[in-house]
């Protein structure tokens, strides 16, 4: 089935690793006649069809955060907005993330948006099973608590599910996806995860001799790219609910250190995990020692349903993935057009960071 001809989409949240390759995958169907995108910050970017909307869902006061204005006579809604940072101040994350989120979903209704496509993500699972099946769908989603990402992701989830009953005339799909990575995203992401204190030259092979291997530590990754095909996908076929997004095959140390021609070395969980707290709490490392260990209990999705119902299929595996956004890391790639994805951003020179400290910035 293909996309409804003429449709008006508007995607929240259009300018980050997500963002832009969804406005991208919707630029390129034939059948998308145009598209809003919602950002806090408005880009010096020009993607076909698209026309630009400021607009902070964090906010619930202002002209800017009247959403239902730009919502109406749209074919449908992704909703990809998400703050990661600042993770030394949760209420800021809970702001825009939960109670930002409900505004969107409110407004989708009033409205009368008839889809609402929704990024959820495999960090909104609860623990995996002790043999490391992969789950379905229908795995319970109540995250890992002590993780503000994860518990914020399962909040929305329990929001969705009263949106659903509430109005079971407007098709809601949530899609899960693994990590998402792309070159051009190689800037924002190593100011989330990795902060502006780790030199480029590390991540040369010549420079690492070796790659820490947790045990039991495995993810799934997948290019950004290819989970905004899945968007794409969802919009044309009358599909509802979650679907798993990821390639294979599942990455640990081992997988890392040979992309990076290195040997590996075992580390205990507690002494990792020592290491990671003290570098939070010195603001010198932007992800919390909880979001390591949520990744430490992250189920492996099993990606049947997106496969059959969407005629989904990643084309980057998982190694290839991961190949391209370390060659971004060593290049120091970033997309200047958007501010998410732009190589200078407040706090991410050392200089900066050490003035506004690390984590505390959005």
Known sequence: MGIKQGMRVVVVGA???AGTSVIRALGEAPDIESIVGIARRVPNWSPPKTTWVRADIG????EEADLVRHFEGADAVIHLAWLIQPSHRPAVTWDTNVLGSS????????AEVPVLVYASSVGAYSPGPEDGRPVDESWPTHGWPEAAYCREKAYVERLLDAFEREHPQIRVVRMRPGFLFKEEAAAEQRRLFMGPFLPRRLIRSSFLPAVVDLPGLRLQVLHTDDAAEAYRLALGRQVRGAFNLAAEPPVDGETLAGLLDARTVRIPRVAARSAMATAWHLHLLP?????FDAALRLPLMDTTRAQEELGWRPRHTAVETLREFLTGLRRGTSMDQTAPLAAKLPGGRPREAATTGVGERP
Do not use: H, I, K
């Not at 906010?59 to 202002?62: I, K």
């Not at 505004?103 to 009033?110: H, K, L, T, Y």
């Not at 992800?287 to 979001?291: D, E, G, I, T």
């Open 103 to 110: 505004r969107v979903f409110e407004a989708v209704a009033r």
């Open 59 to 62: 906010r619930d006061t202002g």
């Open 287 to 291: 992800p919390s020692p909880q979001l």
């Open 15 to 17: 300018t980050g690793n």
